[in-house]
DNA sequence: CCTCCACTGGAAACCTAGGCTC
DNA sequence: GAGCCTAGGTTTCCAGTGGAGG
């Protein structure tokens, strides 16, 4: 670095990007309020399932049990952020009335093992378990003895539950339901579940069921005229007046409408797009900042999901990659099994290597349908279904991979 | 209509790492 | 420190199967 210092070309190029962001005046004026984890003061369109859900919490400020709930519906219609916000706003009496309850919030999918899950409970309530060597229950009791310890009523909110059930079993979510004879002394835990899917119920063992969906609530998809005022409302917030082209708004509620209403992903496109608009100096988004943002929002999801995969489900991406058009699982196996090879990691099995198939199918980034070839058999056709240029540079980043990528 | 391929996917056994008990 | 225990990942085993070609 002898040039450091000097007034060079590139120093001339930092000036001029450091200049404009200090003079332009930002397009923002406020960018958090279109974070994935902000809370609105006021959110549309549900005010039925705020106060259904704030009446069934109620008792707990009198010290009673509330009811266990169950939310369904599909992505971004509003079930975590009106469980946030209802907990929030409880939380705040709670304060007040100096109440010993706590509310924990978990993710099972991010969470994604039943043991951890458990030790992410357990870190919300101060007390830390070991990565591995409790069991389950083990690891539960130790909970459960902490909340009797310190005399804590707990709400719990569990997102995403359908994730954990239908890769494990429900005999953890059985000792939560279960639990509150137990845990005695007046102590109570109320679990909130919240799920994307409105079939995960026949995944769950009846006894279950009913413990956990004593009251249920169901979120419709917002339709586009919600979306539209959805989005209308944070742009208040979010950027200054002006900012944002009518028609910008238009189609980014179009698109996420197409995707089943999801309010979630409008509010993503029109981040994205605003920080895009940002980068370009432009002091407008427009619908051309709306399009860029929906494609670049989909690599950056697929681009995390391969870089944060194990390591044969990389080089089972890297051998589906190496493949000119669909392949089998049998053809794919065997190449898989070479690349490992040369590296000098030693091939799982093909059982295994189908069922990885099958996740990466779940995780949309190969579609793996089974067909029947008649007399030649019948097998996973394999075809990737994001850019291929996305994944091969997912997989550099990974040292060992990167090698035999030519 | 029957055969038979090349797997699929369920079930159970096995492995590993690490905590717990004595 | 030996011996035991469990969760989660993997292997082993195997019955089951959609449909092209006979």
Redesign the pocket.
């Known amino acids: 670095m002898e040039n450091m210092g000097a007034a060079g070309p590139n120093n001339d190029i930092l000036d001029e990007i450091f200049n404009r962001t200090i003079n332009s005046k930002s397009i923002f004026l406020n960018r958090d309020v279109l974070r994935n984890d902000y809370i609105p003061d006021h959110i549309l369109f549900r005010d039925d399932q705020i106060s259904q859900f704030g009446s069934i919490l109620a008792p707990i400020l009198r010290g009673n049990k509330p009811s266990n709930i169950f939310l369904y519906g599909k992505t971004g219609t509003g079930k975590t952020v009106v469980a946030r916000y209802v907990t929030k706003k409880l939380y705040e009496r709670v304060l007040k009335l100096n109440l010993n309850i706590k509310f924990l919030y978990i993710n099972t999918r991010l969470a994604s093992?039943?043991?951890?899950m458990l030790v992410e409970l357990g870190a919300q309530l101060d007390i830390s378990l070991?990565?591995?060597?409790?069991?389950?229950?083990?690891a539960a009791s130790r909970i459960f003895e902490k909340m009797k310890r310190d005399s804590i009523n707990t709400i719990i909110i569990l997102d995403e539950i359908d994730y954990i059930v239908k890769n494990?079993d429900d005999n953890i979510l059985y000792e939560f339901t279960r639990v509150n004879n137990e845990l005695l002394n007046g102590n109570f835990i109320s679990i909130i579940g919240i799920s994307n899917d409105l079939k995960f119920k026949e995944y769950l063992d009846p006894r279950v069921l009913s413990g956990l969906s004593e009251e249920e609530m169901v979120f419709p998809p917002y339709t586009v005229d919600e979306l539209e005022a959805i989005l209308t409302d944070r742009i208040r917030a979010a950027f200054r007046p002006g900012v944002v082209s009518e028609s910008a708004v238009k189609l980014c509620a179009s698109l996420a409408a197409s995707e089943h209403g999801d309010a979630r992903r409008a509010v993503d496109l029109l981040r994205v797009a605003g920080e895009l608009a940002e980068r370009e100096g432009s002091d407008v988004v427009d619908t051309d900042h709306i399009t860029k943002a929906s494609r670049s929002i989909e690599r950056d999801r697929t681009y995390e999901v391969i870089r944060s995969l194990?390591l044969?489900g990389k080089l089972i991406l890297a051998a589906v990659l190496a493949a000119p058009e669909d392949i089998?699982?049998?053809?794919l196996?065997s190449n898989y099994t070479s690349m490992a090879r040369s590296l000098g990691i030693e091939p799982?099995?093909?059982?295994?290597i189908?069922?990885i198939?099958?996740e990466l199918d779940v995780l949309g980034v190969v579609n793996a349908p089974?067909v029947?070839?008649?007399?030649?058999?019948?097998?996973?056709r394999v075809k990737l279904v994001v850019p291929r240029e996305v994944v091969s540079r997912a997989l550099q980043e990974d040292e060992l991979i990167s090698s035999i990528l030519k």
């Not at 029947?372 to 996973?380: A, D, V």
Request: aromatic share 12%; net charge positive; charged share 20%.
């Open positions: 093992t039943q043991y951890k070991p990565f591995t060597g409790l069991s389950l229950s083990e494990y194990p044969h089998n699982t049998g053809r196996y799982l099995t093909q059982r295994r189908s069922g198939l099958s089974v029947s070839n008649g007399r030649f058999g019948r097998s996973k």
